[in-house]
């Protein structure tokens, strides 16, 4: 069962995706770089920020950092004129605050989200935020999201994550959360294969979410962690030719899991009482599967193999 939402802000509760863009491509404009909106949106799904282009084309730091500051102004001002409202937002968040605990992920920055909410009753629904500065590494890295979880208390296999972006739903994914991703115009050409289920509204929400409820009781529960791995062996290691320096990591173990019912310390912990090496196992990256599972690879130094 669901009891926590974890909402993305630009673009699922508020209509901003465009403005920021626009902002980015008009400060850019300023310094002889363009920003076609098709390289922005890819760039935008691997978390590559647009300033890299000007990195690339030789401007030096202090203009690029001036520009930033003329994006931000221009954002802002797009905040204070523009209709960002997104139809059904309020009634369907006070719908869904009779039932599940809600708090809201975003990598917008602070200054930028308390503007977008000062005269919005959004935030009434929701327990916390957490905006860019309150974590070290924003999405599509999994950290938000898993700031998040830490933040309630909640374990995955309880929670899903409401996202409009392909990197908001690689973040999701990457920390074992089922997502939801509501169409936005902007963003609808970007991958969401890997999304749990897209819907085209907000007011669609409270449904799709119970219907994961109707699929979490056909899966598996928490206690039946099994996977029944094979001990890791110092020879696969040397039969991967993988020179045993310490900035090395070979991939040593792979196992499918079904999507939301482990988190990455239960399997840390597992993971290491069968492998018998007295090191902490990181999982690198979870790969998504069609058919809502994920494979976790995990790595260990390999200087202590030898």
């Given amino acids: ?67 930033r500051k003329l994006r931000n102004r221009y954002y ?23 039932h599940y605990r809600m708090a809201i992920i975003t990598t917008a920055k602070r200054p930028d989200f308390e503007l977008i909410h000062l005269d919005r009753r959004i935030l009434e629904y929701m327990e916390f935020c957490l905006t860019v500065e309150d974590y070290s590494q924003a999405k599509p ?15 995955p296999a309880e929670t899903v994550v409401v996202e409009d972006s392909a990197r908001g739903l690689k973040s999701a994914v990457a920390a074992g959360i089922e997502c939801i991703v509501v169409d936005n115009a902007f963003t609808a050409g970007q991958d969401f294969s890997v999304a749990t289920k897209k819907i085209p509204s907000f007011r669609e929400l409270p449904s799709a979410i119970r219907a994961l409820a109707h699929q979490d009781s056909a899966a598996p529960p928490m206690n ?41 310390p239960v399997l840390r912990v597992h993971l290491a009482a069968f492998s018998g090496l007295p090191f902490n196992i990181q999982p690198i990256f979870l790969q998504p599967h069609p058919a809502r599972f994920f494979k976790l690879v995990i790595a260990l130094p390999t200087i202590a193999l030898d």
């Fill in 1 to 67: 069962m669901k009891k926590f939402i974890l909402f993305d802000n630009d673009g699922v509760l508020v209509e901003t995706e465009y403005w920021y863009y626009l902002a980015n491509k008009q400060a850019l404009a300023s310094l002889g770089v363009d920003l076609p909106r098709d390289r922005y949106l890819a760039n935008m799904a691997e978390g590559i920020s647009p300033w890299e282009l000007a990195q690339a084309a030789g401007i030096h730091q202090a203009a690029i950092q001036s520009s």
């Fill in 76 to 98: 802002q001002e797009s905040l204070r004129k523009e209709d960002i409202e997104i139809d059904g937002v309020l009634d369907t968040l006070a719908e869904l605050s009779e």
């Fill in 141 to 155: 890295h999994p950290e938000p999201y898993l700031a998040g979880l830490s933040r309630f208390g909640a374990i």
């Fill in 224 to 264: 039946r962690l099994n996977p029944d791995p094979p001990l890791i062996q110092p020879g696969i290691v040397k039969q991967s030719g993988v020179a045993p320096l310490n900035r090395w990591k070979a991939v040593l173990w792979r196992r499918w899991y079904p999507t939301g019912h482990y988190s990455f």
